[in-house]
């Protein structure tokens, strides 16, 4: 199950034209992608499971301490109103990403469910920079985490 999951998502990573690598130690497809000029990059991970595809998308900045409380109630009422997936923030360093999971109940996903979910992760991440990281934290945030090295995928 977990060598066909894997194809069908980098399938759909194809089809997007995004590269892609692969952590076979921790059994999950990553990316980075830069949308425009002065954006930062949008990192994506999905991590394949026996019963599962999860995908998390993840803020390029982390939001400051001061401004955790109001980015929390924030992603409360974002959270309420989502159909698909939702945000979460770690209140320790303050990191914001979005993830949204497809069960396998026994069958392989489907390229198309799969390109759906990478969109949206992406989707839902820039339209939080747009809308609560302007609004609570304007563009002074902390830096970027890609060298804190706490994860395989920012080495």
């Given amino acids: 199950m ?90 320790e360093d303050g990191e914001v990403h979005f993830r949204s999971t497809v069960a396998l109940d026994g069958s392989k996903a489907s390229t198309e469910v799969v390109k759906r979910h990478i969109l949206l992760g992406f989707s839902s991440i820039r339209q939080f920079q747009k809308e609560v990281w302007q609004k609570h934290c304007g563009s002074d945030g902390k830096n970027d985490r890609r060298d804190e090295g706490k994860d395989p995928m920012f080495k």
């Fill in 2 to 91: 977990l060598k066909n999951s894997k194809k069908t998502v980098k399938k759909a990573y194809d089809k997007l034209d995004i590269k892609v690598g692969y952590d076979q130690k921790n059994s999950f497809v990553y990316t980075s992608v830069k949308f425009g000029e002065s954006e930062e990059p949008v990192r994506q991970f999905v991590r394949i499971g026996e019963r599962e595809l999860t995908f998390l998308t993840l803020s390029p900045k982390s939001v400051g301490s001061s401004e955790i409380d109001s980015v929390c109630n924030e992603i409360l009422g974002l959270n309420y109103n989502m159909i698909m997936g939702s945000f979460d923030i770690d209140r």
